[in-house]
């Protein structure tokens, strides 16, 4: 909490303020998640890779399909070539192994219950990196108001507090300032705990959300 008591003068008058600031956090489940999927293709020709890549993207799509997501939130991103070398130490070169493409793709889920499937599925079809899901909720915004308004009434404690303690008349709110919106962030899931996760699909569950806000306000005050 920070707290400060000023005095201000000029000709005629003195304006004593207080300024404080609170904190606000409220929990709310979420109910949708985004789901990064990335396909490494290792293949001796450039051909040969970027088809492999377009071949496991292309089953993926057909999973999303199959499970009802919309097209509008399946999104197939970055696409990239490049050369696999290894280094042999006989020789001192630079052997060309093969060629490596790589296809990223995001998919929003809407449907919690969907998550752990959808895992399972794109992996079976050679997905081979999986982000954490990230989870948010379509009632985010609605908890932060709940949130900032917590934050207001904590401030304001904090200040009749304050002006309790220094013998002073807590007056009206003459400057507000408000943080955005803040949420711890999930912890990052190694690609053995994802696919742990997809094994249990159907038993997959997520905790709730913490949305918190902060607020800083100026009180007049007076003896």
Same mark, same amino acid.
């Given at each position: ?31 949708? %998640?985004?789901?990064?999927? $990335?396909?490494? /293709? *290792?293949?001796?020709?450039?051909? =040969?890779? &970027?088809?492999? @890549? ?77 982000? %954490?899901?990230?989870?948010? $909720?379509?009632? /985010? *915004?609605?908890?932060?108001?709940? =949130?900032? &308004?917590?934050? @207001? ?71």
């Amino acid at each position: 909490v920070l707290a400060s008591v000023v005095a201000t003068a000029d000709e005629n008058t003195v304006v004593r303020t207080i300024s404080v600031s609170g904190i606000g956090s409220v929990e709310t489940p979420p109910d949708r %998640a985004s789901l990064n999927l $990335s396909i490494v /293709a *290792r293949e001796p020709t450039v051909a =040969a890779a &970027q088809e492999r @890549a377009a071949e496991v993207t292309a089953e993926v799509l057909a999973i999303a399909s199959d499970m009802e997501i919309p097209n509008n939130r399946v999104d197939t991103m970055s696409a990239t070539v490049r050369p696999d070398y290894r280094w042999n130490r006989d020789t001192d070169t630079r052997e060309l192994l093969g060629y490596i493409a790589s296809r990223e793709m995001r998919i929003e889920l809407h449907d919690l219950d969907k998550v752990g499937v959808v895992v399972e599925r794109a992996v079976e079809a050679g997905v081979n990196q999986v982000s %954490a899901p990230q989870l948010s $909720s379509s009632t /985010a *915004r609605d908890a932060y108001r709940e =949130a900032l &308004q917590k934050a @207001a009434e904590d401030a304001r404690l904090n200040a009749e507090r304050l002006a309790e303690t220094l013998g002073l008349k807590l007056g009206k709110a003459i400057q507000v300032g408000a943080g955005a919106p803040t949420q711890p962030p999930r912890p990052v899931q190694q690609m053995d705990e994802i696919v742990t996760m997809s094994a249990r699909a159907e038993t997959y569950s997520a905790g709730d959300l913490t949305v918190s806000a902060r607020i800083s306000i100026v009180f007049e005050a007076s003896h």
